[in-house]
């Protein structure tokens, strides 16, 4: 087996070739045995206040009981969270996971179209979500199953007199809070206060039970729900759990959470992992204001941070950044997007810290490859698969190939979802009966099994980690009565690694730039908005009349 599995030769001493799924009855049995052994351990961090591990058990007990006991939630239930990285997030998500429901994580920048789409094909009965975006919700909250809303601010969570004064600085001051009517809205701390009254509720949980609805587009363009299983959850936290903790501390670590939680690969590494690893979670709220990012850097003793490519670049270029002290930073790991060699190497330069670089998909839980933890420099590769995973290259005709040769990345192991919710057609497009998973990479094994990505085989594009389906762009930018004809493309972007740039044919000769870009601001959430337009007699198309967006791409020369 090992010659079919070279990479196992080149794990870092510790790591073992396996990890045992079953250790775990559930995800809610790593979080809860997390509560135990780290009572008094800081778990997560935000706005100067910390929340203990005991602090997060009994506010999640409470909102538990308020899920279950007051709005009568059962098992099976979805609840969305639309919350950037607050303390309500941790509380809310344990406490969904506790009373046996499945979470939707939903990001609050999204449009009401995008938002409809997501409450409407889950089937959401309730929502946790910043007040900020509860105009949104608004807007579409009738046409969706969503049966209760809970609200919360900004300082909800920070005490008193913080907690109020920013809430109030928020919505008066700063006048970032619409107004909204959302007559059966619940405020977030009106849920505690009822759901202390009620117990835990007794849930039997399974492994093969679904945990998490998260959305993504796959490899067409409406987003579809990855059903993430308790198993896929427990594995991967186990998985990279493994890998990391040969060089991390239980119960010593600081990690900085600046990616949003409701993206796979922060909700998994930093929510989940360092959960596990009793590490406390450094709450970053907004990561483009970068000065008050780096004033937060300044403030905490990190040990470890993650990110993609963007925002390590971002930082580097914030005055301020280079001084700030690196002595305990131990782990800088880079995913959601190809991290750039010379980005790579001045973090390395400013920092002394090998920026490592992961691999995952939300279909993987996220995880599937990463660099060992021990490399001295970047390497421009992936790395090598984690434990209880395999990978291979394999031909178009779906056959093996051998190392070297480039050909489509397969992944297989108990992090791989377990479909696409309600799409069995769409599930059969990239899942084999055996449990194969295709990423639409396109990528190399070399002989010591690391692995490096060469293209990719779909259209998607990758904006700062955030996968952006044509298809989308362009279904919307149609409904535009001044457009006859679009196509969206991926272009190289310094600052986000690829944008988004359109090519369009008016029906409307006074249509304008401008036109375009707000009709996208209003259906689009940010990183899927054409960075670039361009206006076309015509669109090369194939002979059978479908737009050659490749043709677009490779004429494209920024």
């Not at 506790?98 to 179209?113: C, E, F, H, I, Q």
């Not at 929502?127 to 969503?146: G, K, M």
């Not at 006074?510 to 206006?535: S, V």
Request: proline share 6%; glycine share 8%.
């Amino acid at each position: 087996m090992s010659n079919e599995r070279p990479w196992l030769a080149h794990y870092p001493p510790g790591v073992p070739a396996e990890i045992d799924v079953n250790r775990y009855a559930s995800l809610t049995a790593i979080v809860e045995e997390a509560f135990a052994r780290y009572r008094e351990h800081p778990a997560f961090h935000n706005f100067g206040k910390t929340l203990s591990y005991a602090d997060i058990d009994a506010l999640s007990r409470a909102f538990a009981g308020y899920l279950s006991g007051e709005l009568g939630l059962v098992k099976g239930d979805r609840v969305a969270i639309m919350l950037p990285n607050v303390l309500q997030y941790p509380v809310a998500l344990f406490g969904a996971l506790r009373a046996g429901l499945v979470v939707v994580n939903t990001n609050p920048l999204y449009t009401p179209r995008e938002l409809k789409h997501q409450l409407v094909d889950s089937g959401a009965k309730a929502i946790v979500i910043l007040d900020h975006f509860a105009l949104t919700l608004q807007e579409v909250i009738a046409e969706t199953a969503v049966e209760h809303v809970v609200i919360t601010g900004i300082g909800d969570l920070l005490g008193f007199p913080k907690g109020p004064l920013v809430n109030f600085v928020l919505r008066h001051v700063k006048k970032m809070v619409p107004a909204h009517a959302l007559s059966k809205a619940v405020r977030f701390k009106t849920a505690l206060e009822r759901g202390v009254r009620h117990p835990l509720p007794a849930v039997t949980q399974t492994l093969d039970d679904l945990a998490f609805l998260q959305y993504t587009g796959g490899t067409t363009g409406v987003a579809k729900g990855a059903m993430l299983t308790h198993r896929n959850m427990v594995a991967n936290v186990l998985q990279a759990g493994a890998w990391i903790g040969v060089s991390l501390k239980p119960g010593r670590e600081t990690v900085i959470t600046a990616l949003p939680l409701y993206h796979i690969f922060s909700l998994t590494a930093n929510a989940l992992v360092f959960m596990h690893l009793g590490g406390l979670s450094w709450l970053i709220t907004n990561p483009r204001d970068m000065p008050a990012f780096v004033k937060e850097l300044r403030a905490s003793k990190f040990t470890a941070i993650t990110g993609v490519n963007t925002l390590f670049n971002a930082l580097l270029n914030t005055p301020g950044f280079a001084e700030l002290d690196f002595s305990h930073l131990r782990l800088s790991l880079g995913g959601g997007m190809a991290v750039q060699r010379a980005v790579a190497e001045r973090w390395k330069k400013v920092t002394g810290c090998t920026l490592i670089e992961a691999y995952g998909l939300t279909e993987t839980s996220p995880a599937a490859c990463m660099n060992p933890l021990d490399l001295k420099a970047y390497n421009g590769s992936i790395g090598l698969p984690i434990p209880s995973t395999e990978a291979a290259i394999w031909s178009e005709d779906n056959q093996p190939l051998p190392p070297e040769a480039v050909g489509e990345l397969m992944i297989r192991g108990p992090q791989v979802m377990k479909g696409y919710w309600n799409r069995p057609d769409e599930t059969a497009k990239v899942l084999t009966p055996d449990g194969w998973l295709h990423t639409g990479d396109i990528a190399r094994m070399d002989r010591e099994g690391f692995f490096y990505i060469v293209d990719r085989k779909k259209d998607m594009i990758l904006v700062s980690g955030f996968n952006v389906y044509p298809n989308e762009i362009e279904d919307v930018l149609m409904q535009h009565p001044g457009i006859a004809e679009v196509a969206a493309v991926g272009v190289p972007d310094e600052h986000s690694g690829e944008a988004v740039k359109l090519f369009v044919v008016r029906k409307d000769p006074a249509l304008t730039i401008e036109d375009i870009k707000a009709f996208c601001r209003e259906n689009l959430t940010g990183y899927k908005r054409p960075k670039h337009i361009e206006f076309r007699d015509t669109l090369p198309k194939s002979n059978v009349g479908k737009i050659l967006r490749r043709a677009l791409r490779d004429e494209s020369p920024r």
